[in-house]
């Protein structure tokens, strides 16, 4: 299951590949911008103890090469993985299957055009939950997904802006009226994710959650042909 819980200061478990390789960017550019600091703050540490032997020394071309071409590489080093990411984040696949969000006032409405299959999705009420479920987060009707299928989602809005967001997909989808955006993704794991609208779209804007079942692809088939 992959909500966020108290005390959690890193991301959340990722459910799909681009996140997966996001959280891994940002780990790998983490590892450099520390050394970096690490470099500079040792720098002034040294500079706090020298004897200002060198304090006439008005010219290096050496030195100036070096601080001018060390910056440039260090440049390369990341943009390379980042254009790396950028392009995978919008990696068209074959054979997918469809989703369309749509955000209203306040609920999400969902629809697998190629299944004909559409449904609302309202936030429980809190005489409604159960000790399984969570207030102010579980939803009525959930969206139910595949696992390891190439996906293209689509979200729309039939009033005002919303964003249908999803963090452990590292997914934040806005729902603008009269225009769709679309993504496309992979998700790597079966399980339940929350999400909620993060575009702030009214009095109601915080009690229009997401609900999302990750299941394999044949049990996903066999829900869609019984809807
Ligand atoms: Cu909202």
Redesign the pocket.
Known sequence: MKMSNWYQYYFLDSMSYQMEQSVFFYDSVMILIFSIAGFVFMIYFMISLTSFSSSMLIEDSMLESLWTCFPMILMVVLVTPSLRLLYLLEESLVSEILFKTV?HQ?YWSYEYPQFFVNFDSYMLNSLDINEFSYRLLDVDNRVVLPSLTPLSVTSTSEDVL??WTMPSWALKLDSIPGKMNQVKLVLSKNGISYGQ??????AN?SF?PIVVEVISFSMFMSWVSNF
């Open positions: 955000g306040w919303h964003c609208c993060s575009e702030i779209c009214g804007h229009m």
